[in-house]
């Protein structure tokens, strides 16, 4: 039995689906990712999660117990809000002990567990002071959110209004503090790179519905979508035609045919073949499968980032930056790629799939 | 730069003053002389055949000080002031909270119909209470429905209370509102996910975010009730006297200006006292906090 697990949990505004059909399972201790572009469900889930936002219908269980209709403030859970709503008036200390004093926890025993709190979070010599004479507000809201041990923090973009070298480093923070505490936690993010490295697990979100739920590598290595190919890193799409060759099939490009690796495929089938960026090399012209002209570099610090002009459009590789001569622009290159590494995707419309 | 900077110095400190200027003249010729003319002539003695002589005296602020009348009459004004301010911040912050909650079209409705009221005279409103609240007015019939036997109201407190509150409730409304604006509509959720009531939510989280704007609002509403002169003057009638009706009384009455001048010296510090104790006894507590 999961420990929180929703069940067809669905929220409409008037004819509009918000959520539509959400099932979603999460284990103890679990650290899942509800990743998504704006608009797409993600937020109205973690706030039915809450209580803030009353299920339109389906059903939300935490250890067994059905949460659907209760109070947030009956649901125990932690949380922290994009804008951390940290009560401004109460000093950082304070703020942190609100919740235990809701919960009439006596107050020597209070004093310790927002000692250890603020500790967990680095902010310790820094209890006395007010919300707004601190930069760490995510650290404060972290620390009220675990301080009343809750069942399941929920974290709502929390790192979203940090610049980016301090939102990488508070990454990596709160995954060793979610490890640490062993608090099941949802993150709602549309940063990809964010749920990639802390989650155990990213849900998909696009217009209301799940397209795909996965641990980060699979998530990335076999994306199921054409949207979740260009959403979750970078990809190569390139349209094709399943073609019979003997016993074997082959996806027609045009202007070159490759050996495909799927078998549920039919020969006349549209489809997309999808390869990372990383996964392409450079050979000697004329040894690869395909001949390209570098149209474009750039440099990204541990990487070149190379437009490649080809017969099948411009396709984007990039090599690490290993200390050797880059590519000049110009060059007439050779372009070789591993089989397995190509991705097919039907092409049909999926669902929920967005212009 | 370095060799530029000192030349640049005297204009930078030239400038806020010029920029000033227009504000400190205005205020110069508009309050301080009248106010400097009204405490010089406070001090200047008077006859009932001469009027104004140019001898410097204290027996205005001595028989202010040391008349009962007066005592009744500061004293009165006084706790009507304070008692429309009470009833404003019960009437007002609520309601600028609803108001906060609606959503447009329906707040800017509304915001207007809690502004209205500065758009009509003070004296059409004063009239307008005088109607409602008179002998043969709607309450009374009203009252006289429900069998119970026409009571006066004009000329009492309640109706100057009443027509203040009327009057003031924008001034409590709007500082209120705007410190509303500045909350987190998030920290009630956060405070209802740590377990806390709605009822706790509000009194420990927003109430005291909203506080500078009860504050101020109350200090305006206080004050202007203070020195409130049309609605005393209109709905306390010649027996319910409030200061800003005695100060009236005694320029164009008894032509007494400088004991006048000295009732409204002596109101403008008791003003001043109350409103200087009062902001520091709340602000100083949550000024450190909210900045």
Not at chain 2, 243 to 267: C, K, M, Q, R, S
Request: aromatic fraction near 8%; include cysteine.
């Amino acid at each position: 039995m999961s420990f929180l697990k929703l069940e067809n949990v669905s929220k409409f505004y008037g004819p509009v689906g918000a959520v539509i059909d959400m099932d979603l399972a999460v284990e103890k201790g679990e650290f899942v990712s509800l990743l998504g572009p704006s608009g797409c469900g993600k937020t109205t889930t973690l706030q039915m999660i809450a209580g803030f936002v009353e299920a339109s219908r389906g059903t939300i269980r935490l250890d067994g117990r059905d949460i659907t209709r209760a109070k947030p403030n009956k649901r125990g859970l932690g949380i922290v809000f994009q804008s951390y709503a940290l009560f401004p008036h109460m000093s950082v200390f304070d703020n942190v002990a609100f919740g235990l004093e809701m919960r009439r926890v006596p107050k020597a025993e209070r004093r310790e567990r927002v000692n250890a709190a603020l500790a967990l979070v680095r902010l310790d010599a820094h209890a006395d002071r007010y919300p707004r004479e601190l930069s760490g507000g995510q650290r404060v809201a972290l620390a009220r959110a675990l301080v009343i041990e809750p069942p399941v923090l929920l974290l709502d973009e929390p790192l979203s209004n940090l610049d980016a070298q301090l939102r990488e480093e508070m990454q990596f923070e709160l995954r060793q503090i979610q490890r640490k505490v062993g608090t099941t936690t949802i993150m709602v993010t549309h940063d990809q790179a964010e749920a990639l490295s802390i989650s155990d697990r990213i849900v998909v979100m696009q217009a209301g519905r799940v397209t795909q739920v996965d641990e980060p590598y699979r998530m990335y290595e076999h994306p199921r979508t054409r949207f979740i190919s260009t959403f979750v890193g970078k990809a190569n799409l390139v349209a094709g035609r399943v073609r019979a060759e003997g016993a074997d099939l082959v996806a027609d490009l045009g202007a070159t045919k490759l050996a495909l690796p799927a078998a549920d495929l039919a020969p006349g089938e549209e489809i997309i073949l999808g390869i990372r960026p990383e996964k392409l090399t450079f050979v000697a012209p004329g040894r690869g499968r395909l001949d390209g002209t570098v149209v474009e570099r750039f440099f990204l610090g541990s990487q070149w980032l190379y437009r490649v002009a080809t017969e099948l459009g411009d396709l984007v590789l990039t090599r690490p930056n290993d200390g050797l001569p880059a590519v000049a622009e110009a060059t007439i290159v050779g372009i070789d790629w591993p089989t397995e590494h190509v991705r097919v995707l039907k092409a049909p419309a999926e669902p929920g799939a967005q212009a | 730069m370095s060799a530029l900077a000192p030349a640049a110095a005297p204009r930078v400190a030239v400038r806020p003053y010029l920029l000033t200027a227009p504000a400190l003249l205005l205020f110069g010729t508009l309050l301080v002389v009248p106010l400097a003319l009204t405490a010089v002539l406070s001090f200047n003695a008077f006859d009932h055949t001469t009027g104004v002589k140019n001898e410097l005296t204290l027996a205005h602020y001595a028989a202010i000080l040391t008349d009962d009348y007066y005592f009744t009459v500061f004293f009165r004004t006084f706790w009507m002031a304070g008692l429309t301010t009470l009833i404003t911040v019960l009437i007002g912050a609520p309601e600028a909270c609803v108001l906060s909650r609606m959503r447009n079209p329906w707040r800017s409705i509304f915001l207007l119909v809690v502004v209205a009221p500065l758009l009509v005279s003070v004296v059409v409103r004063a009239f307008g209470w005088s109607m409602l609240l008179g002998p043969e007015g709607p309450v009374n019939k009203a009252l006289a429905l429900l069998g119970l036997g026409p009571v006066r109201f004009l000329y009492t407190p309640v109706a100057v209370v009443a027509a203040l509150v009327h009057v003031m409730l924008p001034f409590m409304v709007i500082p209120v509102w705007t410190s509303l604006q500045k909350l987190d509509p998030l920290v009630e959720n956060a405070a209802l996910s740590l377990n806390a009531s709605r009822f706790t939510a509000l009194t420990r989280v927003v109430l005291p975010q909203v506080l500078p704007g009860i504050l101020s609002g109350s200090l305006i509403v206080f004050g202007l009730s203070a020195s409130s002169f049309a609605i005393p003057g209109l709905l306390g009638g010649r027996r319910l006297k409030m200061v800003a009706t005695v100060v009236y009384d005694e320029y164009l009455h008894e032509l007494n200006w400088p004991l006048g001048a000295a009732i409204a010296i002596v109101l403008l510090l008791a003003n001043l006292v109350v409103m200087l104790s009062y902001n520091r006894l709340l602000e100083g507590r949550y000024r450190k906090r909210l900045g």
